[in-house]
């Protein structure tokens, strides 16, 4: 459906899969330029059940979220996985909370997260070719330079 007439939008996607540390995470991240900036949408299963902070450690969940750097999803050291898709997308030198990359948290339902929303940071083709990382913990969005989200549970190159 085309909502602006005269508009043709871009679009791209990223496949997520779960490494190592929770290979049940699969889902689709979905980018359509609309006039303003992208809408993003989410639909994401196998998330770990979220667990509170116990004991000076953070928080299971919800899940930090953002656009890295490379479109690389190597697993490679199995205990810290996708380090090869490199920090927060960040073309701005922004500080953390405001970089471009950086999403909403993903709130599991049983495992499942469905989310949209709109960002005014990036186009389509701004983004295409880098990665989208789901992390195990919340992101508080003030930590520098990555909000303390944690190791990285899934990866989706963005094509």
């Known amino acids: 459906m085309n909502w602006w007439p005269g508009y043709n939008p871009q679009f791209a996607t990223a496949l997520i899969h779960g490494g190592p540390l929770a290979p049940q995470i699969t889902g689709v991240v979905n980018f359509t330029d609309i006039p303003g900036g992208t809408w993003v949408s989410v639909d994401v299963v196998g998330l770990p059940p979220y667990q509170p902070a116990q004991n000076s450690k953070p928080p299971i969940g919800p899940h930090g979220f953002h656009i890295h750097e490379f479109g690389n999803c190597e697993v490679g050291n199995p ?12 073309p701005t030198n922004q500080p953390h909370g405001n970089h471009a990359g950086d999403f909403p948290v993903l709130f599991s339902n049983s495992g499942r997260t469905i989310m949209s929303f709109f960002t005014n940071k990036f186009n389509v ?16 969005y003030r930590t520098q ?13 963005i094509t």
């Not at 989208?132 to 508080?140: L, M, R, S, T, W």
């Not at 330079?145 to 190159?157: E, Q, Y």
Request: glycine letters at 12%.
């Open 145 to 157: 330079p990555a909000g303390a989200s944690g190791k990285r549970l899934a990866c989706g190159v």
């Open 125 to 140: 083709k701004q983004v295409i070719g880098r990665s989208v990382i789901i992390h195990q913990n919340p992101d508080d």
């Open 79 to 90: 205990e810290t996985p996708f380090l090869a898709a490199g920090e927060h997308w960040n």
